[in-house]
């Protein structure tokens, strides 16, 4: 019965280790790029401490900021005329993650996921 404890110990050590490890919280560079033919872009995005943000923009726009794995980044942009394109672009740590193009007027398009997690969202659909 001692011998079963032990065992039982070892494993919830052994457990509880692995998940603090992978759990470890690291920084990472964030990059949002806005661009497009449109002369006029309503952005949503979320900054660094996770808190929203709006602004209005001309294409192009970019911004970089560093946040911890696991944070939710996203931006949306909403094309402000009545024709063109608007795109977003979103870079983890320099490497190119999501990007997504809308056509036409009065369009949106969506760049999000969860910084450090190679596997990304896929926008919403409208």
């Known amino acids: 019965m001692e011998r079963i404890r032990y065992r039982y110990f070892f494993l919830i050590c052994t457990t509880l280790m692995l998940l603090l490890t992978a759990c470890e919280q690291e920084t990472h560079t964030i990059r949002y790029e806005v661009s497009g033919s449109t002369s006029n872009a ?3 995005y979320q900054n660094e401490s996770g808190g929203t943000e709006q602004s209005e923009v001309v294409p192009p726009w970019s911004m970089d900021f560093t946040t911890q794995t696991w944070s939710h980044v996203a931006i949306t942009a909403f094309n402000g005329r009545s024709s063109g394109t608007v795109s977003c672009r ?3 740590d320099g490497e190119l993650v999501q990007e997504a193009e809308s056509v036409g007027g009065y369009k949106w398009v969506h760049c999000g996921g969860v ?3 190679v596997g990304q969202e896929e926008p919403p659909q409208p």
């Open 42 to 44: 309503h952005l949503s």
């Open 90 to 92: 979103l870079f983890f």
């Open 115 to 117: 910084a450090g997690i």
